[in-house]
């Protein structure tokens, strides 16, 4: 439906206020100068199944694939949604577009909502697999960061019981071509200060006088921890060695001779050292970095990655407690205290 825009799109398919504006801002995307398109059932399941999608996911996903002719509301969405995904690779400062969380069990969220992420992906990752070869990025490396599909599809289902993408937006920077898996880390490129992505950090006056670097606008690699197994010191430091070898040879310094590492996250929150092991894998890792002054306090932020659970505060008296981990998450609250999400750096 090219004539449409997407105030009539989001009216038509009963979109509340945070879905509506995002489709408005789709209408100055406009249309993609090539035809986007979506693999035919049976080569969607074999993708699906390499990325690691299998089971009722994938067949959710198959079943509502749209097209032109069936569905041209989600069809007009999908177009723009991929010209803006491809439109921003290779510029990590581009705004994110407020994507929509679309997340939920069968009676909260309608299925083609839910799945709608994952046939963005279909039809953006060829273009986002392309990008990564122009650079000489190896298939290896490009079909393991391809692959968070498939772990943010399987938290969706640990956290509602039904078909979806946790974290929609988050799957935007693997379409990017901003985020790559190396090892037991993920890490995104992007500059402080700038775009979405960019942590919290230093005061302009700060940043300048530690120097090259800690700058505003200075080159910058952002660490990011999947579920994906134990978060060991070896497997780590693995990581951080790949990751150092991986962005000087595919994303090289220019009028910069220091590159930081720098993490966001309640991982980094120097209250867990109260309730942690000092050799805990954990806090190992927090203490690789150098805290950045300030913090924010989200609860419901740690117990959702720890617990996998939507609303845990709700529930905080049934959360399981068989980690010294989980215990701890809840201690702390039970003692009067809150959770932080903190920023720290590392040299890469």
């Not at 190896?138 to 943010?152: G, K, Q, T």
């Not at 994906?228 to 150092?244: L, W």
């Not at 609860?299 to 980690?323: G, I, Y």
Request: charged residues 25%.
């Amino acid at each position: 439906m090219s004539g449409g825009t997407g105030a009539s799109i989001a009216k038509a398919l009963g979109f509340g206020p945070w879905a509506t504006r995002w489709a408005e801002g789709l209408d100055g995307v406009g249309e993609p100068p090539g035809e986007v398109s979506l693999p035919p059932p049976q080569e969607a399941r074999e993708l699906l199944g390499r990325l690691g999608v299998t089971g009722a996911d994938a067949a959710d996903v198959v079943s509502t694939l749209p097209s032109a002719a069936t569905s041209p509301e989600w069809w007009w969405l999908l177009e723009r949604s991929c010209h803006r995904l491809t439109q921003a690779m290779g510029r990590p400062a581009e705004p994110h577009g407020g994507w929509p969380s679309w997340v939920g069990g069968e009676d909260e969220c309608p299925l083609e909502r839910r799945c709608f992420m994952a046939h963005v992906f279909l039809a953006t990752m060829p273009r986002t697999m392309a990008w990564h070869r122009s650079r000489g990025i190896s298939e290896d490396i490009s079909w393991a960061s391809m692959a968070d599909l498939a772990r943010h599809m399987a938290v969706h289902r640990q956290m509602y019981s039904a078909t979806g993408v946790d974290a929609p937006w988050w799957l935007t920077m693997c379409l990017r071509a901003e985020m790559f898996d190396l090892g037991r880390l993920q890490f995104n490129w992007l500059h402080l200060g700038v775009g979405d992505e960019s942590p919290p950090w230093y005061p302009a006056e700060e940043a300048e006088r530690r120097g090259v670097g800690f700058r505003y606008g200075d080159a910058c690699v952002g660490v990011h921890i999947p579920e994906s197994g134990p978060m060991t010191p070896a497997a780590c430091d693995d990581s951080f060695e790949r990751a150092k070898g991986f962005f000087a040879e595919f994303f090289p310094l220019r009028d910069q001779r220091r590159r930081l590492a720098t993490c966001w996250s309640w991982l980094l929150d120097d209250q867990l050292a109260d309730w942690l092991s000092a050799e805990s894998n954990i806090m190992r890792f927090q203490r690789r970095f150098e805290l950045v002054p300030g913090s924010v306090e989200d609860d419901e932020e740690m117990l959702r990655f720890v617990f996998r659970v939507p609303e845990p505060l709700a529930c905080l008296d049934s959360l399981p407690q068989r980690t010294a981990l989980e215990r701890a998450a809840v201690a702390h609250l039970r003692a009067g205290g809150h959770w932080r999400l903190r920023s720290g750096w590392v040299d890469l």
